[in-house]
Every structure is written in C-alpha cells, then in structure tokens.
C-alpha cells in the first residue's frame, strides 16, 4: 500500500461545544467544517494541522462505536487515519497479511472519503482506518 500522510486524527468527545474553544482558543486553530455522518452515528467537527486534520467525534446515539469507546475508556484518542492510494488494495494487503478487518469493502466517510476500518486487536491497539479521496 503506498501511505501517503495522517489524513486525521480522530479524538472522541462527549460534545463538540465543550471542546471546540481548547481547539480554536487555545490552539489557535480554525474548525472549518461540521458535519453529521449518520452511517457512523457521530457529528465531526475538522480542523487543519498541515496535511493532517483533527477529527473530533461527537456520538449521536448510544449505539455508536464512539460513545462505547467514551463510556469504556473516556473521552480522548480514537483512532489513527491513513491517507492511501486505494483503500480496497490497502484492505487486500492487510487480509492477506492476517490483519482483522472491520470492513470488508469502502464505505463512505465524512468530507466525502472512502473509508475503512482495521481491528484495534489486530493493529498493537490502535483503532486504524483508511482514507481514499
Ligand atoms: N481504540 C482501541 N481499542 C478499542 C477502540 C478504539 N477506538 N474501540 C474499542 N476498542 C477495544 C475495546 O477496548 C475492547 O478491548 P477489550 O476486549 O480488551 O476490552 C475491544 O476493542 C472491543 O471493544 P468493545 O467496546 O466491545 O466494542 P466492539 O467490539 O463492539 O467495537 C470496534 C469495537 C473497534 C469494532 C468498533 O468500535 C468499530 O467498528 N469501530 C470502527 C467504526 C468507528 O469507530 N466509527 C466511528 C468513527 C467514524 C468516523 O471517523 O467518521
């Protein structure tokens, strides 16, 4: 697979209100887009770090991966996202390689990028994703 950059880094939040000013006011940064995923149960909020974004995730239900992961552990780091190629040649080369996948196929994440998923389990704890424009 040929990785190119962090396209983001995701952080799970309880709400974007309460964290977007450590972000802006403090960071000096500049939250440029929002935007709900419904597929993924979470409101995002992006924010620029040279090439690479930071992914605020706020859950929308209960039911979402992110509000497990807050409820669990907290609200802080949640996955890593690599920006590839071809997230189906990226996903290929991991199965082949004994990497748990939590998505078979692409699917469709926010900013209009195909997406997927690996196993926390199978990646030293890191929940992994792939990113396509
Ligand atoms: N990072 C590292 N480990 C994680 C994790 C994360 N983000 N989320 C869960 N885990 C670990 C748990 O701690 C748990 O470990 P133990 O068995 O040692 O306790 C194990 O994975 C299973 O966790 P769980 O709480 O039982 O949750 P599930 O198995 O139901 O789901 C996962 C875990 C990773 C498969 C699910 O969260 C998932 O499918 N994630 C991908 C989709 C996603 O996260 N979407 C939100 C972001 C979307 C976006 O960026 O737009």
Same mark, same amino acid.
């Given at each position: 697979?040929?990785?190119?950059?962090?396209?983001?880094?995701?952080?799970?939040?309880? =709400?974007?209100?309460?964290?977007?000013?450590?972000?802006? =006011?403090?960071?000096?940064? +500049?939250?440029?887009?929002?935007?709900?995923?419904? =597929?993924?149960?979470?409101?995002?909020?992006?924010?620029?770090?040279?090439?690479? +974004?930071?992914?605020?995730?706020?859950?929308?239900?209960?039911?979402?991966?992110?509000?497990?992961?807050?409820?669990? +552990?907290?609200?802080?780091?949640?996955?890593?996202?690599?920006?590839?190629?071809?997230?189906?040649?990226?996903?290929?080369?991991?199965?082949?390689?004994?990497?748990?996948?939590? =998505?078979?196929?692409?699917?469709?994440?926010?900013?209009?990028?195909?997406?997927?998923?690996?196993?926390?389990?199978?990646?030293?704890?890191?929940?992994?994703?792939?990113?396509?424009?």
């Amino acid at each position: 697979m040929n990785i190119s950059h962090i396209e983001h880094i995701g952080i799970a939040v309880k =709400d974007l209100k309460s964290a977007i000013p450590y972000y802006e =006011d403090v960071l000096g940064l +500049k939250c440029y887009n929002i935007e709900e995923v419904t =597929d993924q149960k979470v409101k995002t909020a992006f924010f620029k770090v040279g090439q690479t +974004k930071i992914e605020l995730l706020e859950p929308t239900s209960e039911e979402s991966a992110v509000a497990k992961f807050i409820e669990k +552990k907290g609200e802080g780091v949640h996955h890593i996202a690599f920006r590839v190629d071809s997230v189906a040649e990226a996903l290929a080369e991991c199965e082949s390689k004994g990497v748990q996948l939590i =998505d078979k196929v692409p699917r469709k994440g926010a900013e209009g990028l195909s997406i997927a998923f690996l196993h926390p389990k199978s990646t030293a704890g890191v929940l992994t994703e792939f990113c396509e424009e």
